[in-house]
């Protein structure tokens, strides 16, 4: 009788005991959740070993076999990238073709694959109208009449601090750089540098300005600007701006600030030097084609974003953003708010605010109508011309190509008094 008792007390297992493989029989449940979950991840049709991979399976095995003493998998695994690492690049081509015979097999019955669109829900430019705005308020008499002279007085009356970024953006995405216009209500509305002029009041005739040269040329002026790889400080420049002369010096920094922080800003914060070769001689600016040169360098910072060569977008996006003002028309009728010429001195930002306020109760961007206007605007027109010529304000259900005309003449003084005349005599309609 004792000895029976002492034997099932030796059967009975002890709390640690159970313990152990109550922790054991966990551990297989998770291990076979984890392997099951990587089948899972892994998928039908996973993506083929490299070359590396097929000699390494092989290698271990031989290994292994071979060695049976060895630490395991860890020590197989080094011996074979040593192994690998000394081997000639024809040893290792008999891996590199299996490798690549089992890749070609994989593309030919794999599943074609849907690119995921890019997508950017935020704006990065560097195009900032508060930052010119900032240093306009404080030039003094004699610096806003060289401004005037240099043919760039039309920025005096600068009222729009912030840029619309979600408008912006997208802007950019209905943005043809190759047709080099704006897709909107299924339409193509086509941009020029006329209206480049008509929105900000910069000539869209003249000599075409060109940004290069032999760099001794402008060697004295990098230095001057301490120009590096970079570019040109923009408050390098603010600090110049702040100087009270209004002579050379002062004119070629203006056009430099004016250009890197509003008219045609690059990707990166700091102004391009290459602006440097048409700013040799203050003299001939006012000469300069400068709305085909905002309206080419906004092409191709737009097409650069568009290819993902860059997340910052660069070139004038205000233009694009008073442009859609004034060419899509929310107010449900023929009448429109009468806008002055250039169109910048016309939106401050109480107007855009009650602008953007509106375009969302209407449903959003791209709601409204495309519209041509015909207006005269800063320039006395005598009665019959004004017949000739119309008035009226006509709606237009698809896209318009303002044929408008500035003139520009230069008084005795040699100073630029500004006259503007907008004519829209047709509109062509591009059909997409």
């Known amino acids: 009788m004792g000895s029976w008792c002492s034997l099932e007390i030796m059967m009975v297992p002890s709390e640690g005991d159970l ?39 092989e290698f271990i095995k031989e290994y292994s076999a071979s060695h049976p003493e060895s630490s395991g998998l860890k020590a197989a695994t080094k011996a074979a990238s040593d192994a690998w690492k000394s081997m000639s690049l024809e040893e290792k081509a008999k891996y590199t073709k299996r490798a690549r015979e089992v890749w070609d097999s994989y593309l030919s019955t794999a599943p074609a694959r849907t690119p995921k669109p890019r997508k950017q829900t935020k704006l990065v430019t560097r195009c900032s109208p508060g930052r010119l705005f900032n240093v306009l308020q404080r030039l003094s008499v004699e610096q806003r009449a060289a401004v005037k002279i240099m043919g760039f007085g039309s920025l005096l009356d600068l009222r729009c ?17 190759a047709r ?6 299924g339409v193509h509305i086509p941009l020029s540098p006329r209206d480049v002029e008509i929105v900000l009041g910069l000539a ?11 760099d001794d040329l402008i060697a004295d002026l990098r230095h001057s600007y301490n ?28 056009v430099l600030y004016a250009l890197g922080t509003l008219l045609s800003p690059t990707a990166r914060l700091d102004v391009s030097p290459s602006f440097l070769h048409f700013l040799t001689s203050m003299d001939v ?49 023929c009448a429109s708010t009468s806008s002055a010429i250039p169109y910048l001195s016309s939106w401050g930002e109480e107007e855009i605010t009650e602008r953007e306020k509106r375009q969302r109760e209407l449903g959003g961007y791209g709601f409204g ?7 005269c605007t800063g320039l006395e027109l005598s009665e019959s011309r004004g017949q000739q010529v119309g008035s009226s304000e ?26 503007w005349e907008y004519l829209c005599g047709r509109a062509k309609y591009l059909k997409p």
């Open 394 to 419: 006509g709606k237009i259900s698809c896209g318009v190509d303002h044929n408008s005309v500035f003139e520009q003449q230069a008084d005795q003084a040699g100073k630029r008094n500004y006259g």
């Open 285 to 333: 600016v006012h000469q300069y084609n400068w709305g085909k040169f905002l309206l080419d360098r906004l092409v191709r910072e737009v097409s650069r974003f568009h290819q993902g060569k860059q997340r910052a977008v660069g070139g004038c996006l205000l233009f694009l953003q008073l442009f859609y003002y004034e060419s899509i028309s929310i107010e449900g009728s």
């Open 19 to 57: 313990s152990i493989e109550k922790r054991k029989a966990e551990d297989d449940i998770e291990s076979e959740r984890k392997r099951k979950k990587k089948k899972k991840n892994k998928g039908p049709n996973p993506r083929p070993a490299c070359s590396w991979v097929h000699f390494s399976r």
């Open 204 to 214: 869209a005739s003249g000599k075409d300005v060109i940004n290069t040269g032999p």
């Open 369 to 375: 109508e495309v519209i041509c206007k015909d207006r």
């Open 180 to 185: 080099c216009s704006l897709q909107i209500c």
């Open 161 to 177: 601090r912030t840029l619309r970024r979600s408008l912006c953006l997208w802007l950019l995405e209905r943005f043809n750089t």
């Open 227 to 254: 120009a590096t790889n970079r570019g040109i400080s923009v408050r390098l420049l603010e600090e110049r701006l702040a100087a009270p002369e209004a002579g050379e010096d002062f004119k070629r920094s203006f």
